[in-house]
């Protein structure tokens, strides 16, 4: 977005006669082995490396509720499908020729001191033309959730994770609010407050 030759810029007006489809790519969740205190948070967070809800599915859900609330600089589809890959040529074989705006997860940790944990995450979204390839428009977000506070994992983990799950659904909609006015910011459109 900052006019670098490289970095793509705003959607261009070939998007807007079609319907920009939406994906959610599985980007992986990484761990990393280390010393006694990473091992001892590693098997007290066991239950919770694997989150009850993908942060990119919940921001592209999300995302597509506030694509309902009103007009949009772009027509969307109506649902988020979850695809294994987000290479052009695959978007393109399932899509065809049409813009699709993916998100993905790029980051996810337990951000935690002692006994304590706040789930933390990066959720990209670009939107790739699959007849070119080309990625056209791009935005991530990133944090903890907006509580602000963490949490013993035992807390986390209760109830099958159901706190667990809001935390990540209330940043998720926080990001795809971000992202969301990102798109119509870089399309010209005013946000609106009430997003």
Known sequence: M????????PPTADLEAGTVRLAAADGGLYQLAGDFWEDYVAD????LQVPPVDPAQATAHSFLALAREGPTP???GRDVKEVASARPEE???LYGASPVLVFATSEWLLVGCFHTFDPWFNVRAKIVDTAS???????????GSPSGGSLYASTLAANGGAL????????ARECSREIFASLERDR????????
């Open 164 to 171: 667990y799950g809001r935390l990540i659904r209330e940043r």
């Open 44 to 47: 007290v967070t066991k239950s």
């Open 188 to 195: 010209g459109v005013p946000a609106s407050d009430a997003r």
């Open 2 to 9: 900052n006019g670098d030759p490289g970095q793509p810029g």
């Open 133 to 143: 390839g080309r990625v056209v428009w791009r935005k991530s977000c990133r944090g």
């Open 91 to 93: 978007l393109f074989r």
């Open 74 to 76: 772009l027509k969307f």
